[in-house]
């Protein structure tokens, strides 16, 4: 049974910093990609970074430059860090990892960014 467990969400200033880390119950390369989504009050859910298998990385127009996704294969967890924060960065962010046959989610943590 794969598992996703996300920590390291809070409340932060605009301007501030967070890190999300995913861990996972199965090494990572299990997996095709991991990334981070988010799901703001009142908006569906979207693509926040992707890093694939063999390490390429992907990121909404809206958080390049400010966010960073990485991962640890001796610890099987993804990170995301981050940077300078906005108060439109507050969501419920979820953990993904994706198979072809299907895909697996955490239980998301919230992240909120007052201004």
């Known amino acids: 049974q794969v598992q996703l467990v996300e920590s390291g969400g809070g409340l932060v200033q605009a301007g501030g910093s967070l890190r999300l880390s995913c861990a996972a119950s199965?090494?990572?390369?299990?997996?095709?990609?991991m990334g981070w989504y988010r799901r703001a009050p009142g908006k569906q859910r979207e693509l926040v970074a992707e890093?694939?298998?063999?390490?390429?990385?992907n990121y909404a127009d809206s958080v390049k430059g400010r966010f960073t996704i990485s991962r640890d294969s001796a610890k099987n967890t993804v990170s995301l860090q981050m940077n300078t924060l906005k108060p439109e960065d507050t969501a419920v962010y979820y953990c993904?990892?994706?198979?072809?046959?299907?895909?697996?989610w955490g239980q998301g943590t919230q992240v909120t960014v007052s201004s």
């Open positions: 199965v090494t990572i390369f299990t997996f095709n990609a």
């Open positions: 993904n990892a994706y198979l072809i046959t299907r895909e697996y």
């Open positions: 890093i694939s298998n063999g390490g390429s990385t």
